[in-house]
């Protein structure tokens, strides 16, 4: 059966990629937060995952408001970074975990859910941002990769609840899953950051770091907020926390908070990451 | 839903209301498209059927105006991309805040 080797929490901002493209990871502006995610890389690398789930949404890039799925997983041989307006990125092709993510889907239409399956698709910022800060820059990504697409552009975005259900079925279709593949979870968004009205640039730190200690332990507070209070809080692209839940409950109940960054700003955004392991 | 201060939620009013101007923005996701609004803002603006107030905020870059007729961040940012505008003077604008003043009230910046 294949093993969950541990969860990780992590921003996605695409400055972040502008950065790496333009060098400007060890300026002054930069370098605390790249140098935060050492231990991340490091701890990646020691753990040798054979594929990276990984949970985000698309920002009007491969889905535009004429089809907004809840929930969307990928299916493809391969996947394709985005031009995202800017010009095609230097980014190596992301390369599919088919067989995992046709059995991930068989299991949540099994339990309810209705994914849309998507078998040809770009990925942008939201899956190659994570990818880039825990695997850095290869030839290849030594992974493949389960994207799940979230929706958190449009409201109705889904609950928080329903992010943390679809984390259970995610954990018990990798452990029914023939092989012995070795799997790492990746919730990412957030943290706290609003791009649009007149609260645009709003950062909550203590809410953030707060988040980070509380990830862990305190999940049931963030399972049980409500989507108002996700964005009352952490602003209102900030409610893409609510993707972190999904990595959350696909790990046990307890876990050990192996290494923790925060930053921010990255550009407008309170920035960082967790990395889990299941105790 | 909208009842948090100074913060609209992309909801069904928004998306109905802005949905010609997102798709326009949407198609420059696209080198073509970028050419062609680049060669001639106003007829790339009209052959989307951008209403004048619309067509108004794009071209003055008014990114305030821009969410305030249902144009949503990340549509428009491809906008921003064709100058390029960087995401800090756009939340600037719509916080209504000189640049620097908003880099530091708002980001701790500076």
Not at chain 1, 156 to 175: H, N, S
Not at chain 2, 13 to 20: C, D, H, K, M, V
Not at chain 2, 55 to 61: E, G, I, L, N, S
């Amino acid at each position: 059966m294949a093993k969950i080797i541990g969860g990780v929490g992590t921003s996605h901002v695409p400055s972040i990629g502008a950065a790496l493209d333009k060098g400007l990871a060890d300026t002054p502006d930069w370098k605390p937060f790249f140098d935060g995610y050492i231990p991340g890389k490091q701890w990646m690398a020691d753990m040798k995952p054979d594929i990276a789930v990984v949970i985000f949404n698309d920002h009007g890039n491969s889905f535009f408001l004429d089809r907004v799925p809840t929930f969307a997983v990928g299916v493809a041989e391969t996947y394709h970074p985005v031009d995202e307006g800017w010009g095609p990125r230097n980014v190596p092709d992301f390369k599919g975990a088919q067989d995992l993510s046709w059995h991930f889907v068989d299991q949540l239409v099994e339990r309810h859910f209705d994914p849309l399956v998507c078998r040809e698709i770009d990925v942008d910022h939201g899956l190659q941002v994570p990818m880039e800060l825990f695997f850095g820059h290869p030839e290849a990504w030594p992974v493949k990769v389960l994207p799940i697409w979230v929706n958190t552009i449009q409201f109705p975005i889904p609950t928080p609840q329903r992010c943390w259900d679809m984390g259970k079925v995610l954990r018990d279709a990798i452990e029914s899953f023939p092989g012995d593949e070795r799997v790492v979870i990746m919730g990412t968004g957030g943290l706290s950051h609003q791009l649009q009205g007149s609260r645009a640039g709003f950062i909550n730190r203590t809410a953030d770091e707060a988040w980070l200690n509380g990830i862990a332990d305190n999940y049931d507070h963030y399972r049980n907020m409500t989507r108002e209070e996700y964005v009352e809080e952490f602003g209102s692209e900030g409610a893409e926390l609510i993707m972190w839940l999904v990595m959350r409950a696909a790990m046990n109940d307890k876990v050990t908070l192996k290494h923790r960054h925060y930053h921010a700003p990255a550009s407008m955004t309170g920035a960082g990451m967790v990395v889990l392991e299941n105790a | 839903m909208s009842t948090i201060p100074e913060t609209p939620l992309y909801d069904r009013a928004g998306s109905i209301r802005g949905y010609r101007m997102n798709k326009m923005a949407m198609s420059l996701g696209i080198p073509a498209n970028r050419e062609a609004f680049k060669a001639d803002e106003a007829a790339f603006l009209d052959s989307h059927g951008l209403s004048e107030a619309e067509k108004t905020a794009v071209m003055t870059r008014d990114w305030h105006e821009m969410v305030a007729l249902g144009g949503n961040l990340f549509f428009i940012l491809k906008i921003s991309a064709i100058d390029p505008t960087p995401m800090t003077r756009i939340g600037a604008a719509q916080a209504g805040m000189d640049h620097d003043l908003f880099l530091q009230q708002r980001l701790g910046k500076l």
